[in-house]
């Protein structure tokens, strides 16, 4: 089993661009999660998911959209890329409300 | 909202001496979870507490869940080098469904 992975691992963008970030999991997990980590912030919840075809905010939504047309898979777009946005990207998915498994990470740097 | 507080942010500590970080939540939580994230890693999963009062152990690592279920703390014995990383608590989002609310991590630098 993989687990959870994410693609890519690094990216650079610049201001104004578009990407999407893929997270996969191969654990029939029903929920699945997008944080964002800076340094001294912890980790910071952007959307989550609790099935297929369900997408919620989490604590810092703007900027960011997601979809889960699939269950094995999670989807981070970014419209219009912000230096902000600068961060590492971490995926995550859980059996209901238990432990957490989390991606290897993005590293994401906007110029 | 709800927070969840750490201290301290960072301890340097010479191998061989004890680790304690303390957690502490501004409701009370349904039950605490523990990661671990190594340098340039990701949070790996620890252990998760559910009743008040409670202690677990995991080989060097003692956690513990406090009465009133608004505090935990996790205590590393005899510190190694391996044990370098960043160290998260997380409980249960008072606003979202399912989701964890994290503090904002102890990093751990040992010193051999």
């Known amino acids: 089993n993989a687990g959870v992975t994410q693609t890519p691992k690094f990216r650079v963008l610049k201001t104004g661009q578009s990407m999407t970030l893929l997270c996969a999991q191969d654990?029939?997990?029903?929920?699945m999660y997008w944080y964002r980590q800076d340094p001294g912030m912890g980790l910071r919840l952007i959307h989550y998911?609790?099935?297929?075809?369900?997408?919620a905010k989490g604590e810092v939504p703007d900027g960011y959209n997601v979809s889960r047309l699939k269950k094995q898979n999670f989807l981070l777009g970014l419209e219009s890329a912000a230096p902000s946005q600068t961060s590492v990207y971490f995926c995550?998915?859980?059996?209901?409300?238990?432990?957490?498994?989390f991606g290897p990470g993005t590293r994401l740097t906007v110029t | 909202g709800q927070q969840v507080m750490q201290i301290p942010q960072y301890q340097h500590v010479q191998e061989g001496e004890d680790f304690t970080t303390y957690c502490n939540s501004s409701?009370?939580?349904?039950?605490i979870q523990w990661y671990k994230q190594r340098p340039g890693g990701h949070p790996v999963f620890l252990i998760q507490?559910?009743?008040?009062?409670e202690v677990k152990k995991q080989k060097r690592l003692t956690f513990q869940f406090g009465e009133a279920k608004k505090n935990s703390s996790l205590h590393i014995t005899a510190t190694q080098t391996t044990d370098v990383g960043t160290y998260f608590c997380?409980?249960?989002?008072?606003?979202?469904?399912?989701?964890?609310?994290f503090g904002k991590g102890t990093m751990l630098l040992v010193s051999p």
């Open positions: 995550a998915s859980s059996y209901q409300r238990y432990e957490q498994y």
């Open positions: 654990m029939n997990h029903e929920y």
């Open positions: 998911s609790v099935g297929e075809g369900t997408t």
């Open positions: 409701t009370t939580l349904s039950n």
């Open positions: 507490l559910v009743k008040s009062g």
């Open positions: 997380a409980g249960p989002s008072s606003s979202g469904y399912s989701t964890l609310t």
